[in-house]
């Protein structure tokens, strides 16, 4: 297969894991003869310091006509430190999700069985967990109106969705649910948000579409208890933007490791993926940080082109790095600490 994948490092250490990715995936690539043509392009503060956009329409262009984004991360203290910052990063990064139409955020949560212990969770109530999240990535709060009252006292964010929003996010959650254990969970605020009776309204008048699938209606504050409590209780859960912002960094926690979990941002036409984790600012440059979210959202790019094959090597060759204890310092816990490199040089060798 030729593929066109846009690759957008962004900052801190984006281009350090999107490096790995890359000789990874190329390697992949000679193994199983694919060609992949990587088409570089700017974002976040790199593109800010560049051309004064986080998201230049240059960028935009490289991505819409690629056949999918490979995205390290974005952001950069120096603007979470200035609350009056005209042009952010994080803004580069919501205009391309908008831009190029991802609506949906698919986040798995899952164990490796040679980390369980890494964990905070004790290993019998995380053992076995494997969810999914399908977080909703263009609507809600994130995109509503915003603003301050004349005082400059009072600022305000307001969270809206239409049916077809919910409609179209639900209708993915239901059919990954019949691919898997048919059980699929709502998350609200139903209780308290009229947006969130909107949610429950919409995915309930879809459930006879779908007989097989079990849906439950759960608030999300009692999500994030159970959550860490009970993760076996879960399989696929759907919610909107910041709700499903809150939880998948929760969530991450049962998997022993931010620099695990990978991501996937689908939309009509184009797809993106991208690590759940941030730029890591501290870690720039120094070649310490994990690069296996990057290779496993790599890996979900293959699936995402039905080459499930090749998804599945890179997995199996990240569980072999898991198993050896090729790792990088987060993981290492007394043992050597490899460097982001030398991790992405061994996968690249295993493959
Ligand atoms: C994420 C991140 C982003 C978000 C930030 C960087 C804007 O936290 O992808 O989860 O809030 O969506
Ligand atoms: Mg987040």
Not at 200 to 207: C, I, K, L, S, Y
Request: hydrophobic residues 40%; contains cysteine; proline residues 5%.
């Amino acid at each position: 297969m030729k593929l066109n994948i846009a690759l957008l490092a962004g900052d801190g250490i984006g281009p350090e894991v999107i490096n790995q990715a890359v000789k990874v995936c190329d390697a992949l690539a000679e193994k199983y003869n694919h060609e992949i043509n990587w088409k570089p392009a700017l974002t976040g503060a790199a593109a800010i310091d560049a051309v004064g956009d986080p998201y230049p329409d240059e960028t935009h262009a490289i991505c819409a006509n690629s056949d999918a984004v490979l995205f390290g991360a974005i952001g950069d203290p120096k603007y979470d430190n200035d609350p009056s910052a005209k042009v952010r990063p994080e803004q580069g990064l919501l205009r391309m999700r908008q831009k190029l139409g991802l609506f949906a955020n698919v986040r798995p949560t899952f164990t490796f069985p040679s980390l369980i212990d890494k964990s905070p969770l004790k290993r019998e109530r995380i053992e076995g967990t494997d969810l999914v999240f399908l977080r909703e990535l263009t609507g809600g709060i994130y995109f509503g109106k915003r603003g301050r009252e004349d005082d400059g006292d009072t600022a305000y964010d307001t969270c809206t969705y239409t049916r077809k929003e919910i409609q179209r996010l639900a209708k993915k959650g239901f059919e990954m649910a019949e691919k898997r254990s048919k059980r699929l969970c709502c998350v609200d605020k139903a209780n308290v948000l009229e947006s969130s009776r909107l949610w429950r309204e919409t995915v309930q008048a879809m459930e006879k579409d779908y007989p097989e699938v079990k849906v439950s209606y759960e608030f999300v504050d009692a999500v994030a208890m159970r959550l860490v409590q009970w993760p076996s209780d879960y399989d696929v859960l759907i919610t909107e933007n910041l709700f499903g912002d809150i939880l998948t960094d929760e969530a991450s926690v049962i998997s022993g490791s931010m620099g695990l979990m990978p991501s996937a941002s689908i939309g009509e036409k184009i797809a993106l993926y991208e690590p759940i984790h941030g730029s890591y600012p501290q870690a720039a440059g120094k070649d310490i940080a994990n690069p296996l979210a990057t290779v496993l959202s790599a890996a979900m790019l293959f699936d995402g082109f039905n080459l499930s094959e090749e998804a599945d090597a890179i997995r199996k060759v990240v569980n072999k790095s898991l198993s050896e204890g090729i790792v990088t310092e987060d993981l290492s816990e007394g043992g050597r600490a490899y460097k982001t490199s030398e991790v992405g040089d061994w996968l690249a060798s295993h493959i």
